[in-house]
Structures are given as C-alpha cells and as structure tokens.
C-alpha cells in the first residue's frame, strides 16, 4: 500500500521559512514528486515538482527564487524548502508521486498525501 506522509507544517510570520517534508513508502521512489497547494475557497495548484533523479525541477511562477524542491531517494523522501513566505502562500500543502514518463505540468498524479496546513500571518 503506497503512503505519502507530509510533515512540517505550521504558522509563521510573513518573511519566515518552512521545509515541509514527504515520506513515501510502498512504492519504488525513483518516480515524479510533485507539490501541490490548496487555500480555502480555491482550487488546488501546482507548487513544485521534481524528477526522478532530482535533476530538473520546475516551479509555479509565484515561488520561483522561493521555494526549493528537493529529494533524498535514499530516504524516500522529498522535500519543499520556502522562504520569504507570504500571508498568500497560506495553503494546505500536499506531495504527490507518479510513476510515468517526466511531465512537468502533470496533475493526474496517482498517489496523493493528506496534505498539511501552511498558515503565514502578516
């Protein structure tokens, strides 16, 4: 049974940092990893995602210089490093796994967290 564990969430001020981090099991890790967000009231949107390999990543316009996206497959664990956050990057935040080909813009990842709550007060 493949599982997607995010932690790290929390409040912080406007300008703090968070790493959030997502430990996979069940399921071999060498596979897309992608960050999603959802506000209340909105529609849930594409953060970050990176390869395999951890070589190419790509990222929302709104955290580009941000967020950092990275992985330990050793671990099987991925990671979303933010900085400079902002009262609109409050969200509940989950990780996503697929194991297709590279698609960067993917949506239909096949396996999902529970998501955790990222509050930035102002």
């Known amino acids: 049974q493949v599982q997607l564990v995010e932690s790290g969430g929390g409040l912080v001020q406007a300008g703090g940092s968070l790493r959030l981090s997502c430990a996979a099991s069940?399921?071999?890790?060498?596979?897309?990893m992608g960050w999603f967000r959802q506000a209340p009231g909105k529609e849930r949107e594409f953060v970050a995602t990176?390869?395999?390999?951890?070589?190419?990543?790509d990222y929302v316009e709104s955290v580009k210089g941000r967020f950092t996206v990275s992985r330990e497959n050793a671990k099987n664990t991925v990671y979303l490093q933010m900085n400079s956050l902002k009262p609109e990057d409050t969200a509940v935040y989950y990780c996503?796994?697929?194991?297709?080909?590279?698609?960067?813009?993917?949506?239909?990842?096949?396996?999902w967290g529970q998501g955790t709550q990222v509050t930035v007060s102002s």
């Open positions: 996503a796994a697929d194991p297709g080909l590279w698609l960067p813009r993917r949506k239909d990842y096949r396996y």
């Open positions: 069940g399921l071999m890790f060498s596979v897309q």
């Open positions: 990176i390869s395999r390999n951890g070589r190419t990543t």
